[in-house]
């Protein structure tokens, strides 16, 4: 469990720090470096809990093995951006798109979350 709490609470200040440096030169890289490496820290701190093979095998099961490529298609399209395309507004773009991946990929684990939030969105479309 310590283990866990330690990696969490790095993934969460990372992402927190990543938003800060947003104000400096070269901010909104450091932005997305800071922001997807502690998204990815806050999601290997689950192999504490469950161990890394159970936490692979959960990740690709049937239910949830979209979700988890967007989600690791997202922390690699935001990198890349920011690296290799020194796109600023498509860095962005990734980083917002790689939070609502993240989003459906956790409501994943909750039972019939997912299927609340496309009622909630589809009413709101209504």
């Not at 997305?32 to 806050?42: D, E, H, I, K, Q």
């Amino acid at each position: 469990v310590k283990g866990f709490a330690i990696c969490f609470v790095l993934g969460v200040s990372l992402s927190i720090l990543g938003s800060i440096l947003l104000w400096f030169k070269n901010g909104l890289v450091l932005f997305a470096v800071f922001y997807t490496f502690g998204n990815v820290l806050s999601l290997a701190s689950t192999c504490f809990l469950m161990g890394p093979m159970n936490q692979l095998k959960k990740m690709f099961a049937k239910t949830r093995i979209i979700a988890t490529i967007l989600v690791l298609v997202m922390f690699v399209l935001t990198l890349v951006c920011a690296f290799a395309l020194k796109n600023p507004a498509l860095t962005l773009v990734c980083c917002i798109l790689q939070f609502l991946a993240l989003t459906w990929y956790s409501l994943s684990y909750i039972p019939f979350a997912r299927d609340a939030a496309k009622k909630c969105f589809g009413a709101c479309l209504e």
